[in-house]
């Protein structure tokens, strides 16, 4: 009740850049503070019991934190303490880029939806490397499931796209727990051109490459798809996944199926959308391919149906802007007996 008053009285009432920069910074702090203890025992979550071992180790429940929100890796341990159980930063990509010009940021109050038109601002890829390797020292840092989100620099053409992907998961590899192959954001001009096996070999078979010489280790590497691809192109993915050896599909990105003029909207929109390509997605791969379910997850109610259209695990963005800190935990505890 007191977020939701804070979010209608100010937060409404603050430019959604600004907002989500100020809150992302905050998040920070406190995670990095003596707070941290005290928010993970009263809103967060720490399952004691192993969820699930998708990745190559536990992962502590089943929502974790979308790509997108922390995109430099400012912010993990605070996303960790209001209660995710697994953070993935970024996008990030090779060199630093500011992104798109502004305003790119938009609420749809009315919808619970966000629309965003970022494109990929991000520090870059030898930043968040620091950033994460400085993570990584501490026994807290090592205990946070982290994936890193990978995207190519928007001056790099379609055709040498896999050496930007190879140099992000070199540098940083090391330091995740999984690695998401982002071609399906639709704010950097070309990239859902990518989004079909022939583009996409050369750019995972790289990314396989120079994550494993970084980190000389099994390193997880899914690939995140966009909602709007008719059955036969999810089915075409799902098969390439395969062929691949990949870990998995992340499902969904932003959808371009919207009356605005730029952006992908998030958000409740999506939620029938994604489940319907998570569950085609299950019919179509192996039981041991991982799906991490994302897209208009709100309640308790619509996890539980995300689960049951076959993802192994969940992811959470807009709702989070809308809900609040306590959304994280509440969902994983509710989701603890499964």
């Known amino acids: 009740m007191l977020y939701r008053l804070l979010f209608d009285t100010i937060i409404t009432r603050t430019d959604p850049e600004r907002a989500h920069s100020e809150s992302v910074h905050a998040i920070g702090a406190a995670g990095r503070s003596p707070l941290a203890p005290l928010l993970r025992a009263t809103i967060g979550w720490r399952g004691g019991a192993q969820q699930t071992t998708a990745f190559t180790r536990p992962v502590p429940g089943f929502v974790g934190l979308a790509a997108g929100m922390d995109k430099n890796a400012t912010a993990v341990e605070g996303m960790d303490a209001l209660g995710f159980a697994f953070v993935e930063v970024g996008t990030v990509t090779p060199e630093p880029q500011p992104g798109n010009e502004q305003p790119r940021m938009w609420r ?63 540098r940083l590899a090391r330091y995740a727990d999984y690695l998401a192959i982002n071609v399906s954001s639709p704010n950097t001009p ?51 996944v395969v062929d691949e050896d990949l870990d998995g599909i992340i499902a969904t990105n932003t959808t371009v199926q919207h009356e605005h003029r730029r952006g992908g909207l ?73």
């Open 108 to 170: 749809h109050v009315e919808s619970r939806a966000l629309r965003n038109a970022m494109g990929f601002n991000n520090d870059g890829s030898r930043v968040v490397a620091r950033r994460l390797k400085s993570l990584r020292s501490s026994k807290r840092g090592r205990s946070i499931v982290v994936g890193v989100n990978i995207g190519k620099n928007k001056w790099t053409s379609e055709e040498e796209a896999a050496h930007d992907y190879a140099v992000c998961a070199s």
């Open 266 to 338: 998030s958000g409740e929109p999506l939620t029938n959308r994604s489940l319907d390509i998570v569950r085609e997605l299950r019919n179509s791969l192996p039981s041991d391919r991982l799906i991490i379910g994302v897209g208009g997850i709100t309640t308790v109610d619509d996890a539980q149906a995300m689960l049951g259209a076959g993802a192994d695990l969940l992811q959470v963005y807009s709702s989070f802007v809308y809900e609040g800190p306590c959304l994280p935990g509440r969902l994983n505890r509710a989701l603890s007996h499964l």
């Open 190 to 240: 070309g990239l859902r051109d990518l989004q079909n096996s022939q583009s996409l070999r050369p750019i995972i078979n790289a990314t396989k490459t120079a994550a494993y010489d970084a980190a000389d280790r099994h390193v997880p590497i899914l690939l995140k798809i966009a909602p709007d691809m008719n059955v036969e192109t999810v089915r075409e993915m799902a098969g390439l």
